[in-house]
């Protein structure tokens, strides 16, 4: 074999060798960074849904203009306004007159009877009218007989007794069943709460 064919030979041979080595990529390379899965974009609520919750674990039914539709946690269409109430599955059901609810989404929740607050709110009632009207007695026979320690005690008493009797009532106000409605059709944020968890609803 001539050195000709030899020096092509080798030509050849590096030619390869260096296509081979282009061809595989460098174990230095950057590798691309692996793009998961993109999370979904929150849902807003749709329009003239109404939520209707429960803030305990009692259950109420929802009736739409007198007509029982379904139980709590759920959710009902209202294009038009309709007349609302929720009561409980109970013999002796609490009844809430919710009003005019539909279109535009918005959220319900029914609150139980408070029992602690209700019951508290009865007793100081009681104790604060019993003040009271002890409170007149020794002032009208304190400040009228000249006894000025009766005349103060009954002052005393009953300023005490009012106070207390006004407390009472803003417990038992604070105790009654109520409905607490929320638009979700206002600008910003609300947070509220279902029956799996919660979540965020807005506009902007």
Known sequence: MSNL??????????????????????????????????????????????????????????MVDRQSTCTTPCRVQ????????????????????????????????AHDLGTGKYVTGITATTLGGMAVVC????????????????????????GAGIATTLGGIWLIRAGLPRAKVRPLDRYGLAVYATGTGGGVAGAF
């Open 5 to 62: 064919t030899r020096l092509l030979a080798a030509t050849t041979a590096v030619a390869a060798w260096i296509g081979v080595a282009t061809a595989q990529p460098s174990a230095n390379a950057p590798v691309p960074p692996t793009v998961g899965p993109s999370m979904p974009a929150p849902v807003p609520p749709p329009p003239n849904v109404v939520e209707f919750l429960s803030a305990t674990e009692q259950a109420w039914e929802v």
């Open 78 to 109: 209202l294009d038009r306004p309709h007349w609302i109430t929720m009561r409980t599955r109970e013999r002796r059901p609490l009844r809430l007159e919710v009003g005019n609810l539909g279109g535009g989404a918005a959220q319900v929740t």
């Open 135 to 158: 409170g007149i007695v020794f002032t009208a026979v304190g400040c009228g007989g000249d006894r000025d320690g009766m005349c103060t005690a009954g002052l005393i008493t009953g």
